[in-house]
């Protein structure tokens, strides 16, 4: 015979299934942040934005659900569940909703572990361009327009600010922090002591402190150019690129082993390693850098200066 205690675990999953329901009903939607107030620039604006935080699942290589973003056409079309862009209507387009994490049925995109969430000012713009009608210049036009990107300008050297503390300058450069220092309403610190500023030197940009010796050396030097010959001398050394190259090879994730879980070791690895410290001594371009690393040892002999290190391949 079926007693009340076996209806109580039935009982209280319903009950607790049905308070969480009603909970849900009486909850208002999340309001989307306000469209931006202006005239917005796909190429400028949106692009960028969709190119950050949408490419990865959403481009050439990958296209979840069948969306692509990357392509006008695509996009505009929408992916399996139709289209996502309505223009005119920001606020019946998925995509603002998906940004803004009030969909129903996706939720946030990109989703947490993809990437980082829009902020409101981001998805503003989204919803402005939208309701401005999703105007999307042809893909030679929004190309065109990224070569207005700061990286990609011509190298102009700006006029020097004119500061009170004009007697402070010793470089060129010294002129912006000073007038930074003016805008701030700040003072410059007193020149390092001549030992001081050996040690910040030599920890810079060899990582080494330096020796006795060259503190004293240093500390009688009394040429005008003292500061400068240090340091032409401390980039002349072999221990630059030891310092320096460490960065890049993190960068390109360098290491003398697999690691993870059998961690077998790359026997020729170091060569790569002495490429990068020799390199950065040698002073290459920064272009000439890449392309070594691109091409290997199959680099043309007309693409390697006559000082540029062998990559050894």
């Known amino acids: ?46 692009h960028p934005l969709l190119q950050k935080n949408c490419y990865s699942c959403h481009g050439a290589e990958h296209q979840e659900g069948g969306l692509r973003l990357d392509v006008k056409k695509r ?17 019946d387009s998925r995509l603002v909703r998906m940004i803004a994490g009030i969909d129903e049925e996706f939720g946030r995109m990109p989703p947490d572990e993809k990437g980082k969430s829009l902020t409101a000012a981001e998805i503003g713009l989204v919803r402005a361009w939208i309701d401005q009608g999703a105007r999307w210049p042809d893909d030679s036009q929004v190309a ?52 001081t500023l050996l040690r910040r030197l030599s920890l810079d940009l060899l990582g080494l402190p330096p020796t006795p010796d060259e503190v004293a050396a240093f500390r009688d030097d009394t040429h005008p150019d003292a500061t400068s010959r240090l340091v032409d001398r401390l980039l002349a050394s072999p221990h630059f690129g030891e310092r320096w190259g460490r960065h890049w090879l993190d960068v390109s994730r360098y290491a003398d082993s697999d690691g993870y879980e059998k961690d ?18 040698a002073d290459i371009p920064y272009d000439q850098f890449t392309i070594e690393q691109l091409a290997g040892g199959r680099a043309a002999d007309r693409l390697r200066p006559a000082d540029s290190p062998d990559l050894g391949h």
């Open 144 to 195: 065109a327009a990224a070569t207005g990107h700061w990286s990609l300008q011509p190298v102009i050297r700006p006029a020097l600010p004119l500061v009170r503390e004009a007697a402070w300058l010793r470089q060129p450069i010294d002129a912006f922090i000073a007038a930074r220092h003016e805008q701030e309403k700040m003072r410059p610190s007193p020149p390092a002591e001549k030992s």
């Open 75 to 91: 996009a505009l079309e929408g992916g399996d569940s139709g289209a996502e862009i309505v223009p005119g209507k920001s606020a």
């Open 264 to 281: 077998r070791p790359r026997p020729f690895a170091y060569r790569f390693r002495d490429w990068v410290i020799a390199a950065l001594n």
């Open 1 to 46: 015979m079926l007693r009340f205690k076996h209806f109580l675990p039935p009982v209280f999953v319903f009950f607790a299934a049905w308070c969480i329901s009603m909970a849900r009903a009486e909850e208002k939607p999340a309001a989307l942040p306000p469209a931006a107030a202006r005239t917005i620039d796909f190429a400028v604006d949106i």
